[in-house]
């Protein structure tokens, strides 16, 4: 059988202009082989900021001004130039975007979903809708007025109504409780077993696990390993000291972190992230607390939350699970005091938390990094707009020095990511509110970011509420759990 989609040699690398009219130039994928056939799953696993969603923006010819690539890509056994993939995007070859700045903000929901004026087309996009959990009325919904996981599912939909040959998947479940994301997968295993092939890029080992036929490894742009899903269940069947450290990074396996220094060394395993988050000296006690909290978007419409009371103390974690749609977003909007509620009230320290100039007491970790930078901006400018960050939070958070001159458009979300924790973590800070802060990391990364931040937390004593689909991840990071 030939291969539907055949990358051959494949690299991607970003021109900028540093000083006058001096270039650099950085290559974030290099030489990359891989292969998708008819009727098969293949997911690419790796790291935040390893070439992943580069690598699909490529595929489909839309990568930022800046880039160019190089090496071989087939489709059906012929050359996918920028002509065919022109002619055949949207129809024949899809993508499922990671970003939800996809959807056109000032265009309602059910416009942007290919159908057609036929009554059967509206009826099977409406019964897609249905099993994603998303009423009717969201067709007349902005984008805006959807949460994080309702604009996954509309994408998801989107994908689906084409019928496509090759499906490229990128980062489709961030924002989705376990439920849906496994019906969502299901979706794309059910694709293949049509006949399509599917390019599944995540983050998520274990999804993809549980569906892929093969995964590939991807790491410092590069792909390092090919394995069949099953070679996954014993540690000893894999090879390169990275694809060691993302099996033993898995909550089943001890959920252990390891540096970069430590998996390039293939060093012993590295301790399990702990997640005591006690009291110490010689910080402010208090706590930041939501009292009968009921809120709606506009007349008419369903109450998002309803009589909600929520407390956070000082040097606290506390988990808050809910399945998406039940404004977990839209309660750290208002406790950030981004939103007003419809009654209710919000105390910090005892006292309603009222909004003020300068650096905010209550920082919110966005769930799309991308949208909560501004695009003309640079990384150092974005990351001190606040005040000074520390080389210490810099440091502990993995920011390298080359990303600080960059747009956001030329850093992965696991990039911009740590930017907004970075300025979140100030001097000012009491309370941090991290609305799926590491949804869009891989397994290595989370673990890496966690463990700095609750240490952060506990020596300073922020209280933290910590949004998540990821019960297993809240129960190695939370003092308690909530739900909505």
Request: net charge neutral.
């Amino acid at each position: 059988m030939k291969p539907l989609l055949q990358i051959e040699h494949y690299s991607i690398s970003f021109r900028q202009y540093q000083r006058g009219l001096w270039q650099r130039e950085f290559t974030a994928v290099s030489d990359l082989n891989l292969k998708v056939y008819p009727g098969e799953l293949v997911a690419v696993v790796g790291a935040s900021g390893s070439g992943k969603s580069l690598l699909a923006h490529g595929l489909l010819g839309i990568l930022p001004y800046n880039a160019y690539a190089k090496g071989t890509l087939r489709y059906e056994g012929k050359p996918l130039t920028r002509k065919r993939i022109q002619a055949l995007r949207g129809r024949e070859i899809v993508l499922i975007p990671q970003s939800a700045s996809f959807l056109d903000p000032l265009m309602k929901v059910g416009r942007q979903i290919p159908r057609g004026s036929r009554k059967a087309e509206a009826d099977r996009m409406r019964q897609m809708f249905r099993q994603y959990r998303l009423e009717q009325e969201v067709e007349e919904k902005y984008p805006f007025e959807l949460s994080g996981g309702m604009t996954r599912r509309v994408l998801l939909t989107a994908a689906r109504m084409e019928e496509p040959k090759l499906v490229i998947a990128d980062e489709p479940t961030p924002g989705l409780h376990k439920e849906l994301a496994v019906l969502a997968l299901g979706h794309l295993q059910e694709m293949a077993r049509q006949g399509a092939g599917v390019l599944l890029i995540t983050h998520e080992l274990e999804q993809a696990l549980a569906v892929a036929d093969r995964i590939v490894v991807f790491w410092d742009g590069k792909s390092i390993e090919e394995r069949s899903a099953g070679d996954f269940k014993r540690e000893e069947n894999l090879t390169h000291p990275y694809t060691r450290a993302l099996w033993r990074a898995m909550p089943r396996n001890g959920f252990q972190c390891e540096t970069e220094t430590e998996i390039l060394k293939s060093e012993a395993e590295t301790e399990i992230l702990e997640s005591e988050t006690g009291k110490k000296e010689g910080y402010p006690q208090g706590s930041l607390k939501a009292r009968e909290l009921s809120f709606s978007y506009g007349q008419g419409s369903k109450n998002v939350l309803e009589s909600l009371n929520l407390t956070v103390k000082s040097g606290e974690v506390v988990g808050l699970m809910a399945p998406s749609g039940f404004g977990k977003t839209t309660l750290c909007k208002i406790l950030a005091g981004y939103e007003k509620p419809c009654q209710g009230t919000v105390l910090m320290d005892g006292m309603p938390l009222l909004p003020k100039r300068g650096y905010a007491p209550v920082q919110m970790i966005w769930q799309h990094a991308i949208l909560a930078l501004d695009p003309k901006m640079r990384m150092k400018e974005s990351l001190e707009e606040g005040g000074p960050v520390s080389e210490e939070i810099i440091k502990g958070l993995g920011i390298r020095k080359e990303w600080m001159n960059r747009f956001p458009a030329e850093l992965s979300g696991g990039e911009l990511q740590r930017f907004c924790i970075a300025r979140a973590l100030g001097p000012g800070t009491r309370f941090l509110l991290a609305d799926e802060m590491t949804a869009m990391l891989d397994l290595i990364s989370q673990c890496q970011i966690w463990k700095f931040l609750l240490t952060e937390a506990k020596e300073r004593g922020i209280g933290i509420l910590a949004v998540s689909h990821d019960q297993e991840l809240l129960e190695q990071v939370c003092t308690r759990i909530e739900t909505l």
